[in-house]
């Protein structure tokens, strides 16, 4: 049976967040007030639609959003990490769930040449609209009242493995407080990897009692790539009915 790795993509696949890395595509730099202030708790999707609107309006051409969202810096490690999910594919699929959107995922994937690691992307359905700007959709609705109103990862990673074949052990990836629910619903072999300092590690500290899977702390991909590789040449756990 193979390893899935799940990633999430703002600070854990890059090391900043893709959504407020696009400002730097604005004269300016910065969004006015009107726009900052239009943001609701749990509609960080929707307010993203407003803020690549107004980039629109700007006339800051998808290229040049573009170009500014390539610049954005992988995490420390993660090049090598992907490198090997690439060169091992036999043994390894690899999903990315994220609450950032597909356009800027494909556009920092490719950027870098990694895009061939990751079999499947799950997030905000992303394109060019009649204007030539930027619009950002909700990934689904759910009725999780722990995760924001497009996405509850829980239930992506669940859909998702309900099409496939059993997995040997999942590593879970991540670092924010929405990677807490997909976490939840592993086995004791499978391992939830949250980023040092960030807000799913201290989230778990409280929490470790409503997990089966254990919980690996990293802070950098090569840590993740040492306990994949690991994983991959340890002796198969046996599976009894």
Known sequence: MKTLMVFDFDHTVVDDNSDTWVIRCLPGQTLPDTVKN??????????????????????????SVRA??????????????L??????????????????????IEWILCAVGLRSAVDR????????NSLGRVEVRPHHEHDCRRCP????????????????????RIFYVGDGTNDFCPASCLRGRDIVMPRKGYALEKLLQGKKDALEARVIAWS??????????????????????
């Open 121 to 128: 992307v799950f997030t905000n359905p992303a394109g060019v």
């Open 220 to 241: 950098s991909g090569t840590q993740v790539l040492h306990e994949l590789q690991a994983c991959l040449n340890s002796t198969p756990d046996v599976i009894l009915d």
């Open 38 to 63: 239009s943001y609701r708790k749990g509609h960080w999707t929707e307010f993203m639609g407003r803020v690549m609107d107004y980039i629109g309006q700007q006339e800051v051409s998808v290229e």
């Open 68 to 81: 500014e969202m390539e610049r954005i810096p992988l995490t420390a490690g993660m090049s090598e990490l």
């Open 149 to 168: 109103v497009n996405m509850c990862k829980k239930k992506v990673l669940e859909e998702y493995l309900a099409q496939q074949d059993e997995y040997s």
């Open 83 to 104: 490198t090997f999910i690439s060169c091992n594919k036999s043994d390894v699929d690899c999903v990315v769930i994220s609450d950032a959107n597909a356009l800027f």
